[in-house]
């Protein structure tokens, strides 16, 4: 839990000149167990208030990037 607490820590120091990405994985065998769900939700209450998150999908980045980088190259 520690680990995921520290990164978006680092990330927001590393994205000062531009964005980072922080993709948490979750396999269902390890993150399943009963006992797990509180860390995972603690875990996950930390990053979302965190100053600065963008909670999104994958597909709201490429929208973005297409938006602010692409179209300005073009």
């Not at 399943?32 to 875990?43: E, G, M, S, T, W």
């Not at 998150?53 to 490429?62: C, H, P």
């Amino acid at each position: 839990m520690q680990i995921v607490k520290d990164q978006p820590e680092q990330l927001h120091a590393d994205s000062a000149g531009s964005g980072r990405v922080m993709s948490l994985v979750l396999h269902p065998f390890v993150i399943n167990q009963p006992f797990r769900h509180k860390y995972l939700d603690q875990a996950l209450e930390h990053i979302a208030n965190h100053p600065g998150v963008w909670l999104t999908t994958s597909d709201e980045i490429a929208e973005h990037y297409t938006r602010t980088v692409l179209r300005k190259e073009a």
